[in-house]
């Protein structure tokens, strides 16, 4: 996770969940992640409650003081919660009474919803799977997988597995130097060093689903003391006793 939040403590925040599209069993877990970026004020999540696969989230509803909006589907294979939940969204960045949102999907359709609450100067948390489209995590000002919001499962031994005859490649996590080395980059002061929590913030531009979680780290800090031989890491006692951390790209790697 990276340090920085950008006064991410006084937003009032909706969160809207993509029935449909969500995790139920996720729920604690989505707005615990939700709540370290303000005070979540809404709750409510969309889907056709007649229908067998909503049953999982009528559990945690009353738990969790989620609001149920219904919306039926009128037209077979069509997916009428989207448009419920973007309605929703619309009429709440005009009320006044949340400055941020946190929408809760993988699916694309709620892409051009995200941008438009961004163009409104409103803070945008997006929290989905790893299959989401590119295009939706891009609109998000944050996007958090929600992979990373479950313990990791101990790696396999062998990059392969064989089904049948075939044999099929595990999905593997790319290289977070290229991103980082960026992002240093753009947050190096004059000095050569750079702010933890700016380089964080310029991770964050560059990628909204940037989070050392990905990497089996915590924290930024911890992602970043792994590699040793391209990065320098100093650690500043300021005046009120807290760390803080500064990072410089060494010489040799630039």
Not at 111 to 124: D, Q, S
Not at 164 to 185: H, M, N, R, V, Y
Not at 222 to 238: A, G, M, N, T, W
Request: charged share 25%; glycine share 6%; hydrophobic share 35%.
């Amino acid at each position: 996770m990276i340090e920085s939040r950008e006064k991410a403590i006084s937003h009032r925040i909706a969160v809207l969940i993509d029935g449909d599209n969500a995790q139920a069993s996720l729920i604690d877990k989505i707005l615990a992640e939700a709540s370290k970026y303000g005070t979540v004020t809404i709750r409510r999540t969309y889907g056709d409650w007649t229908t067998p696969n909503m049953g999982g989230w009528k559990k945690t509803l009353q738990s969790y003081a989620i609001q149920p909006i219904q919306q039926f589907r009128y037209t077979i294979g069509k997916n009428a919660t989207d448009s419920a939940m973007i309605i929703d969204a619309m009429d709440l960045l005009y009320s006044g009474v949340v400055d941020s949102f946190c929408l809760v999907s993988s699916d694309s359709d709620y892409t051009r919803l995200a941008t438009r609450i961004r163009e409104k100067g409103f803070f945008v948390v997006g929290i989905g799977q790893k299959k989401t489209p590119r295009s939706f995590v891009s609109a998000c000002d944050v996007f958090v997988y929600t992979e990373n919001l479950v313990p990791r499962k101990p790696s396999p031994k062998k990059s392969v597995r064989k089904k049948s005859t075939k044999t099929i490649k595990e999905p593997t996590t790319p290289d977070p130097i290229p991103l980082l080395k960026q992002a240093f980059g753009i947050a190096m002061q004059d000095d050569g060093w750079a702010f933890l929590g700016t380089l964080g913030h310029h991770l964050r531009q560059l990628d909204p689903g940037f989070d050392a979680r990905t990497y089996g780290h915590s924290q930024l800090s911890s992602l970043i003391r792994v590699y040793p031989k391209i990065f320098e890491v100093r650690d500043v006692k300021s005046d009120v006793g807290n760390s803080v951390i500064y990072i410089r790209l060494k010489t040799k790697t630039r």
